[in-house]
């Protein structure tokens, strides 16, 4: 039988079975992690006795040419292997012979699967957040740049009142850092060791998990073999804030088409981030943030269907947990590219100051300022938020904005009205007025700015 597991049976594996079952299509994305699992796993079997240093080292040998192979693109997969494991291991054995066969010893493919998938995912977590540290710092460039932009801030994307573009857009930057802090946070979870837990209840070999978990760099060690084959939670945390990191991405994606659009001209993505259409030659389509938007859906989608795969399994490994790669490492290339474009993106994007001012000047979202201004006047609330509406409603008949109207206008609805409601109604003086913790004054932004500074500093030592 040429199965390393064929000593039970009598017929040869069905061609269809074979293809249908096998996973070394996708799971030779773990080939390294699955190679430098074994190294360490060998290691530790020499440590504590299980096998001699010698074959150790014949294997540590073996498992190095195995490696460079694979990295120089010369390893040629065989389905019929079934998976990396089987594939690592089988050329392992013509390498350097039977002493290759005691590679496995005090291991199974299931915990040797979900050691490689955490080892996966402890690496590529890091990455993600030093990219999302990339995009936060291409934020903050546009927001020292653009303390005092004045554009309006909506709702229900109608204008509402007028903020400043450095705090519309380090609205992101907080976005980003907890999607950043659940990340770190995941890699309490995902750095543990499920090796050596066996096939599901350990193994009578004397072993030393907690050697192994050093040697690979882990911070803890299952303690239920059970839980160790079948956790896939590490994979689900990791794909949910991926799904928040790419809807965040995605919000982002959809004002930057906006803003880049015709009707707002409020920014211009740089030609590098654009493409053009093949038939109107005036085209410039904002592509980058179209696609990133879209692929939110896939990123969710790679969720949903983990956990549907999960629902119904009993304990302890099952077959159906071969489902859980292809949307990790799926998600994983999607956040990649995702990231490394959008804070170049963002850097390089030009933001058009005299468009924005022009817009905040032709909308009523100076309309609160003025409710508030009589409010100071001894006017209650609501008898004030009545009465501005009835203004608002008089300059749309008379095709005016507030600032267009004569004090004389002003106090046929109240005497109140004085010289200085020009003042209020000036769409910086709106945005300066905003002073409260969080507000949008520049005052309160630099404060904002200062601290978001803190924040990156503080992953700098952390990392």
């Not at 507030?402 to 010289?419: G, N, V």
Request: aromatic share 8%; proline share 3%; hydrophobic share 40%.
């Amino acid at each position: 039988m040429s199965k390393l597991w064929g000593g039970r049976f009598t017929k040869q594996t069905n061609k269809l079975v074979e293809e249908y079952t096998a996973s070394i299509q996708f799971d030779k994305e773990l080939a390294e992690e699955d190679i430098e699992g074994s190294l360490a796993h060998v290691q530790m079997l020499s440590e504590c006795g299980v096998i001699t240093k010698n074959d150790m080292e014949e294997i540590k040998r073996g498992l190095s040419i195995v490696l460079e192979k694979i990295q120089s693109g010369e390893f040629e997969y065989d389905v019929s292997h079934e998976d990396i494991h089987m594939n690592i291991e089988n050329a392992l054995i013509e390498e350097i012979g039977p002493v290759g066969g005691k590679l496995h010893t005090g291991r199974s493919r299931n915990d040797q699967v979900a050691t490689d998938m955490h080892m996966y995912l402890v690496k590529k977590v890091k990455q993600f957040i030093t990219h999302i540290e990339l995009v936060q710092e291409a934020i903050l460039t546009q927001a020292e740049e653009h303390l005092e932009t004045v554009l309006p801030g909506y709702t229900h994307l109608q204008r509402a009142q007028p903020v400043s573009f450095a705090h519309h857009i380090l609205a992101y930057f907080w976005m980003f850092e907890r999607d950043k802090e659940r990340f770190q946070d995941s890699l309490k979870r995902s750095n543990m060791l499920p090796l050596g837990a066996g096939a599901l209840a350990g193994t009578t070999f004397p072993i030393d998990r907690h050697r192994t978990a050093e040697l690979l760099g882990f911070d803890s060690v299952y303690p239920n073999s059970m839980d160790a084959v079948s956790d896939r939670d590490f994979i689900l945390e990791f794909l949910s804030n991926a799904s928040m990191l790419m809807m965040h991405m995605s919000r982002l994606s959809e004002e930057m088409v906006i803003w880049s659009s015709q009707e707002f001209q409020f920014i211009e993505l740089d030609d590098s981030f654009c493409t053009g259409s093949s038939i109107m030659p005036q085209k410039k389509n904002p592509d980058v943030p179209e696609l990133l938007r879209a692929k939110t859906g896939r990123v969710y989608g790679n969720l949903f269907s983990l956990l549907t795969v999960l629902k119904g399994l009993p304990l302890a490994y099952n077959k159906d947990m071969q489902e859980d790669k292809e949307g990790m490492f799926d998600t994983a290339k999607t956040l990649d590219g995702a990231l490394q474009l959008l804070a170049p993106m963002i850097a390089t994007m030009n933001v058009k100051k005299e468009n924005m001012k022009q817009a905040v000047n032709e909308d009523y979202s100076n309309a609160t300022d003025i409710a508030d201004y009589l409010v100071n006047k001894g006017m209650t609330f609501r008898k004030s938020h009545e009465m501005i509406g009835k203004i608002v409603l008089h300059c749309i008949q008379e095709n005016k904005y507030l600032l267009d109207l004569s004090l004389d206008e002003y106090k046929k609805f109240t005497p109140l009205f004085e010289e200085d409601v020009f003042e209020i109604l000036k769409p910086y003086h709106v945005m300066n007025a905003r002073k409260s913790y969080g507000g949008t004054s520049p005052e309160q932004i630099q404060n904002q700015l200062n601290l978001a500074k803190e924040h990156l500093k503080v992953e700098e030592r952390i990392t």
